[in-house]
């Protein structure tokens, strides 16, 4: 047997004052998107937005309805929409913003499973890293380098045969 130690550069943030000008700007557009998320049952609001390798930056929020699992997160809304609209242009960085409307939220709250594995197959499909920046209503910042820093060991094509 082999023990393996598997870890990420992660950078906090102590608020999205200490973000640069281009983060920053990433992150108040997450932060706008997710003030128009559709969540009345969770009461869970998310944004996302992604700046795109031509400059351009995406929008999306969290899309919920009564039969729960049908609904989709702002982070593949806004992939997907990226990806209709802009096939062939890389996602540099996609900034993530979450809150509550039953409680403050003071801390970031990563991407779930199913977000995580389709900024995987777009990381795998463009050949480059995607950053992701991640907050809540208030607090501090959390970056990491690319989604195999926070899903290592991902699924991919390479199963399939």
Known sequence: M?????SFELMVYDSKEELGELDS????????????AYS?????????????????VVQGNNQENACYPAGLCAERVAIYYAAAKYPDVPIVTIAISATSKNYVMDTPAAPCGNCRQSISEYEIKQKSPIAILMTGETGSVLKCHSVSDILPLAFNSTFLG
């Open 2 to 6: 082999v023990k393996k130690n598997i």
């Open 25 to 36: 700007k990433l992150m108040e557009a997450a932060i706008e998107a997710r003030k128009k």
């Open 40 to 56: 009345p049952y969770s009461k869970f609001e998310v944004g996302a937005a992604i700046l795109l390798g031509n400059g351009e």
